[in-house]
């Protein structure tokens, strides 16, 4: 043991003087009996001697101030580091990269040991770190004490790029050629090679530079685990359309490889920082990658500006999105069998586009009357002159219309179609885009490469423009076209042509229309005239249009975009540091993180461009050893004795009180037996609260209360338990935020809410019952038979769908929302409730102004329709029984334990959560008061009586 302040233990010499001091103490109380004659009789002088208190009193006495004086003095038990090899100087070399982001505490611990054993030792220190914020930051070639070189420990943190091993390895040259002499090297490594195609050589030269030193000691730390997030890869050339339809996947997950399954939670942020989606991701074992999948409605999606690793805070554990990444509304026109599997001529396009866009599907004027960024129109669609015109409106304003060949344009016109298109003469005469729709004049017929009648042979795809928005695309050699229009020869064909075949002859054409755009493959989009459509390279075409499209699309020039924010090594966005450096538009998504290049948004809010570790690092390896591999289990730090032993010094001190009061009569035994067991009750409880934390607030288990439960005590709101646990946890969460806002702005004390089972937990207790509806929730009678009763005895349900179910959209029944599946839930879990006929929730309503007046009722989406039951067809004085809608109100309400809350809402933000918050707080009083609000309608009629 060593103590921090040795000079105290001088006072352990007053020992004996205090010994002295107590052995005096005052005389007991004598008992004296009465009269008082015997009394009086006793009040002569008399000199009495102070008696001694008991040799045990002396000794705990004793002892308290022992332990007071070690305690002052800072004893310190040395921990136990990994003994250090060798003799002389120690080197300390430490990856402080962007993966070592999850571990640097513990990364920071392990190597204020080693040098607190350095320090311990006598031996110098050299601290070398392979990331820096400069390309050529100067080596430190001379030791230093252990003291100094952990202060420099201290002021380091992990960096958002990765460790320069290069570097490192020129700075240990220097140190060598300087004349420098380790007698130990300890590495800190991250485990992870080094990217790119020197990294390899960078990595042997590192480990050569530290070996020239003598033997290496390399500790590797496998906490949480080194993970990036990358924008999902770019569908393989040869892929087929069934393994290209993943709807939902957002990012992809990489990792080193590990012998067990690994499950990581995702989070998806909107730009205020709040949390729009938690997303599970489980790596299976020896797998090095997953898809992150989110699933969101269209309108969320294209919110989320960042994807985060919860428990992995790290520059590679942040995904920052841009415009790039928004999904785009593209419209398909509609044919008669256009989704027929296999030969329909939507049903690539749908498989195509659907993981990278928002699909609408209907008629040139349905699809014209709601923003779209792209319009597909297959062969047979633009048919009469009035679709034309509006069509061409459409572009002029800034559309783009993607336009297919087929019979119609070949000049095989359909008999089922009334009024075709312009015929192939007319197509040739003009080659105006504004009276065509078409980019370039056509020949009258199509082109047949191969077959029978055919001396040619089909044609392959030649490589792509540099002015072609598929630039940088790889052409498979294996797609091939079999039949084509061809476009009439002209001086600027080529500058049309953003697709060619190997003879030259166009196969994607393009002209400008106003501020808007046509675009023409010469081939169907089904697999009759080419394979095109059966590959992946149609899928990369497409997407690259829909982003051309947006305006979103990587320029060619070299046009320079400042950073704005960047992230740090623990992925905190932030102002971007001064060694920052603006990186060319056309680079994005090539150039690796840099201390020039850090991750982060670059460019202005129009142009703003991402930069995130995952574009360039998709894979990760593991780094071959160093010398001896080991982990920092060996390690213990110093333990501080100090606090220990003033706790103890203290209870005896309160011991020696005790004992004081008793001995001098002021404290019977019994009742300090009391006393002493009360101490002890304190203290454990104390305890058991400290370590319980926020167990208060956690969701509250019927079958865990007592015979009287707590909701008979005080007034409390319940939600059906439905068995997830994300949706259970954010029920809670968001009926406890309402119970507090309630509590707030109120007269009413709402107690912690409750999760219940209908059918098992007695639900008399409660008024407002909140129900969400899963997609896999089933009907179960004693679940409807306890809502039954529930309902026949006053209280009141709302049901939350959470959500809008696109495969209900279409209905005339719209009281399911927008999440997949929750319009067939609930009409399954209320097919044998007495829920009455129901009326859309206006302002009229008793419930818009039963405590605030509300023309609207947004949860977390605003918009979705509230339904009631009618006027005149509740029993209960009126009252609605149900509460019927998609807004998710839950997750508008919820907050955490710090009372922030943790989801975003849209669009209006936090204007919309307080109107949220005040619809819920006009339910709970409509629950709890009934329907008195609407005897104001009486009013007028009695004060004309009192009038009277």
């Not at 003087?17 to 052995?23: E, N, Q, T, V, Y």
């Not at 079958?703 to 949706?727: C, D, I, K």
């Not at 409730?833 to 609207?856: A, E, G, Q, R």
């Not at 979705?864 to 809608?885: C, F, T, Y």
């Amino acid at each position: 043991m060593i103590f921090q302040f040795p000079a105290l233990l001088a006072g352990l010499i007053t020992l004996p003087a205090i010994w002295w001091l107590l052995r005096a103490r005052p005389p007991s109380p004598r008992t004296q009996t009465f009269p008082p004659v015997a009394l009086l009789a006793s009040l002569h002088p008399k000199q009495d001697d102070a008696a001694t208190p008991p040799f045990w009193l002396l000794l705990l006495r004793l002892a308290a101030a022992a332990l007071l004086i070690l305690g002052l003095s800072g004893p310190v038990i040395p921990g136990r580091p990994v003994p250090l090899p060798g003799n002389g100087t120690l080197l300390l070399v430490i990856d402080n990269d962007m993966m070592t982001a999850p571990d640097w505490n513990e990364r920071n611990a392990a190597a204020h040991a080693l040098l607190d054993a350095a320090g311990r030792a006598g031996r110098p220190a050299v601290l070398l770190t392979t990331a820096s914020e400069e390309r050529e930051s100067p080596a430190t070639s001379h030791a230093l004490p252990a003291e100094q070189v952990a202060l420099a420990l201290d002021a380091l943190r992990p960096l958002p790029w990765a460790a320069d091993r290069a570097l490192a390895a020129r700075q240990l040259e220097k140190m060598k050629s300087d004349g420098l002499s380790a007698g130990a090297v300890i590495y800190l490594s991250n485990g992870l090679a080094s990217a790119g195609k020197d990294g390899g050589g960078a990595d042997r030269s590192f480990s050569t530079a530290m070996q020239a030193f003598g033997n290496v000691q390399e500790i590797r730390f496998t906490g949480n685990g080194a993970f990036v997030l990358s924008h999902a890869a770019e569908e393989t050339q040869d892929a087929s359309p069934d393994s290209l339809s993943t709807a939902g996947v957002m990012a992809q997950l990489e990792a080193l490889p590990a012998d067990l399954p690994r499950r990581v939670r995702v989070r998806a942020h909107s730009e205020d920082g709040g949390t729009l989606a938690l997303a599970d991701v489980t790596l299976p074992a020896g797998a090095s990658s997953a898809p992150v999948s989110v699933s969101l409605p269209t309108v969320m999606r294209n919110r989320v500006d960042m994807l985060t690793i919860d428990g992995n805070a790290s520059a590679p554990g942040t995904l920052l999105l841009d415009e790039g990444d928004r999904l785009r509304p593209v419209g398909l026109i509609a044919t008669g069998s256009g989704d027929t599997p296999l030969v329909g001529s939507l049903f690539y396009l749908r498989r195509a586009l659907a993981p990278n866009a928002d699909l609408h599907t209907g008629s040139t004027t349905t699809l014209l009357s709601q923003p779209l960024s792209v319009l597909i129109a297959p062969d047979g669609t633009l048919a009469d002159a009035e679709t034309q015109q509006k069509v061409s409106d459409w572009v002029r304003k800034g559309g783009t219309l993607i336009r297919f060949a087929g019979r119609t344009l070949a000049g095989h016109e359909d008999s089922a179609q009334s009024t075709p298109e312009p015929s192939r003469a007319e197509t040739a005469a003009h080659a105006d885009p504004e009276k065509t729709l078409l980019p370039v004049a056509l020949m009258p017929t199509a082109r047949q490469l191969g077959g029978a009648m055919s001396w040619g042979k089909p044609q392959s795809l030649a490589d792509f423009p540099t002015d072609s928005p598929f630039h940088g695309l790889a052409v498979p050699k294996d797609v091939t076209v079999s039949r084509q229009i061809l476009a009439q020869p002209a001086t600027d064909l080529s500058a049309h042509s953003w697709a060619r075949l190997a003879d030259g002859t166009p196969l994607v054409t393009h002209a400008t229309l106003g501020k808007g755009e046509i675009v023409l493959f010469h081939v169907t989009p089904t697999a009759d005239w080419s394979n095109l459509p059966l590959s992946g390279l149609f899928v990369s075409m497409l997407t690259r249009l829909v982003e051309h499209a947006s305006g979103v699309d990587i320029p060619s020039d070299n046009n320079v975009l400042p950073p704005v924010m960047t992230l740090d090594g623990e992925g905190v966005l932030g102002s971007p540091s001064p060694l920052a450096r603006g990186l060319a538009s056309s680079k994005f998504g090539t150039t690796p993180v840099s201390p020039e290049h850090p991750p982060g948004l670059y460019g202005s809010r129009a142009a703003r461009r991402a930069l995130n570790v995952g574009d360039t690092l998709h894979t990760l390896s593991p780094l071959p050893p160093t010398g001896a591999v080991t982990n920092p289990a060996g390690h213990r730090p110093d333990r501080l004795m100090g606090p220990t032993l003033l706790a103890i010094a203290l209870l005896l001190l309160a011991g020696d009180a005790l004992a004081t009061l008793l001995l001098r009569g002021f404290l019977s035994l019994s009742r300090a037996r009391k006393v002493l067991h009360l101490s002890i009750f304190l203290g454990l409880s104390s305890m058991a609260l400290s370590s319980s934390g926020f167990a208060q607030d956690a969701p509250v288990a019927p079958a865990a209360m007592s015979s009287v439960p707590g909701a008979a005590l005080e007034t409390r709101l319940a939600y059906v338990v439905t068995g997830n646990p994300e949706v259970d946890a954010v029920s809670q969460e968001g009926l406890q935020g309402l119970s507090d806002y309630v509590n707030a702005r109120t007269s009413a004390v709402i107690g912690h809410p409750d999760g219940v089972h209908p059918g098992k937990d007695d639900l008399a207790y409660y008024p407002l019952l909140y129900w969400p509806i899963t997609p896999d929730a089933h009907a179960d009678p004693a679940v409807t038979s306890a809502l039954t009763t529930f309902i026949a005895h006053g209280g009141m349900i709302i049901i939350d769908t959470q959500g809008v179910d696109t495969a209900n959209s279409g209905d005339n029944d719209t009281l399911a929302g927008e999440a997949p599946g929750s319009a067939a839930a609930l009409r399954r879990v209320t097919a044998g409730l007495p829920i009455p006929p129901l009326m859309h929730l206006d302002d009229h309503h008793v419930l818009s102004h039963t405590f605030y007046l509300l023309h609207d009722f947004p949860g977390r989406y605003a918009g979705q329709p509230v339904w009631v039951a009618r006027d005149g067809e509740a029993e209960n004085d009126d009252v609605s029984p149900v509460i019927i809608g998609s807004a998710d109100w839950a997750h508008a309400w919820a907050v955490d334990q710090n009372g922030d809350t943790r989801f975003a809402v849209l669009p209006g933000g936090d204007e919309q959560r307080r109107t949220a918050y005040r619809f819920g707080v006009n339910a709970v009083i409509y629950a709890l008061t009934g329907n008195y609000k609407a005897d104001q309608v009486h009013v007028p009629a009695i004060l004309k009586r009192l009038g009277q």
